[in-house]
């Protein structure tokens, strides 16, 4: 079932873009532009590793000074070890913003984890609970058979799913596979009988750069990750043994803690996260374009102040704040 069956009518902004797009220090300066107007907006965010207590660093987690006194919301929530999906974010994000809005505020959505975003704004099906049973015979299955031929059986009962997930994306494939043997029916069509989504207009601010300015300015943050607490955060889940874990999947977690032990220089290590992080931001793009109504703004061709003035307009218009100050004036 759908927990969220009913639209909400109030307004929500997000802004959104690839990792290394600028996007948390846009939200800050956003919020500290309505805050001389004496509009609160709060952060949430919508990340999928700054959730998690403890490392900060590895994860581009902005520390106190960065978030500007902008109240900050689902950052620190999760303990190192426990696995957090989308739909527990878009659970207790949900909280945050209700509460944010009996403030007074209004909650400024700023992250690039897809699914997360996804999960918040239209509601998230994630299926029956676990089948342990069944998973363990997938996984056998699969361990024998490999990732293409579990593809393969996907798509011959749910090929709107199968379409969806790459071969290699076992985990999903599996989880599409449980949730049909489970219910006798396929994820497509159960995902498709969801009431509204959570959201009745949520405004979507874009920041992208071209992929050759985006590369320089992931380089540039790796090195700084590297230099500046990374491979003691990633030392310090190995010794608790957590490299197995959900937030040891980290981009270039594991590259990070080679370093540190000397497998690899630190030229090899820089290559080698900054690859991850390229990959990754290609696919958020490819995410983020499926996204309808994004006003996309590129930093690298417009000034800060001018795309920050011009989102602020947008986001004024949202939530109603021209007409306010017309009628007052």
């Known amino acids: 079932m759908n927990r969220y069956p009913s639209e909400n009518p109030r307004p929500i902004i997000l802004v959104v873009g690839t990792t290394c797009s600028g996007k948390t220090a846009f939200g800050v300066e956003l919020a500290r532009r309505f805050r001389e107007e ?36 689902m950052l620190d929530v999760a303990e190192l070890g426990e696995t957090f999906s989308a739909a527990r974010y878009a659970d207790e994000a949900s909280v945050c913003i209700e509460d944010i809005y009996r403030r007074g505020a209004y909650p400024l959505v700023v992250g690039g984890s897809g699914l997360y975003i996804r999960a918040l704004v239209e509601g998230f099906f994630d299926g029956p609970e676990a089948q342990p049973e ?50 006798g029916r396929p994820v497509s069509r159960l995902r498709a009988e969801q009431k509204a989504p959570r959201f ?27 230099t500046g607490g990374m491979l003691e955060e990633v030392a ?50 490819t995410w983020f374009r499926r996204l309808k109504g994004v006003n996309w703004y590129d930093p690298g061709e417009q000034e800060p102040g001018v795309i920050l003035e011009k989102a602020h307009d947008k986001v004024s218009r949202h939530l109603g704040l021209e007409s306010r100050m017309e009628g007052s004036s």
């Open 236 to 285: 310090m889940l190995a010794e608790m043994n957590l490299t197995d874990a959900r937030v040891f999947e980290g981009l270039g977690f594991q590259e990070a803690l080679a370093l540190r032990r000397g497998q690899m220089t630190e030229d090899e290590a820089v290559h080698a996260i900054s690859r991850l992080h390229r990959n990754y931001a290609k696919r958020q793009r």
């Open 38 to 73: 004496g509009v609160s907006l709060e952060i949430v965010g919508a990340d999928a590793r700054q959730i998690y207590r403890g490392i900060g660093v590895g994860t581009a987690k902005p520390g106190m000074e960065e978030r500007g006194g902008v109240p900050h919301h």
């Open 134 to 183: 069944i998973r363990e015979r997938l996984e056998a299955e699969a361990s024998r058979r490999g990732c293409a031929a579990m593809h393969e059986r996907l798509a011959a009962v749910d090929p709107e799913t199968a379409a969806k997930l790459h071969p290699n994306d076992l985990r999903r494939v599996v989880r599409a596979l449980e949730v049909y043997q489970a219910t």
């Open 200 to 226: 009745a207009s949520p405004l979507y601010i874009g920041l992208r750069y071209p992929s050759s300015v985006l590369a320089e300015r992931i380089e540039f943050r790796v090195r700084r990750m590297l």
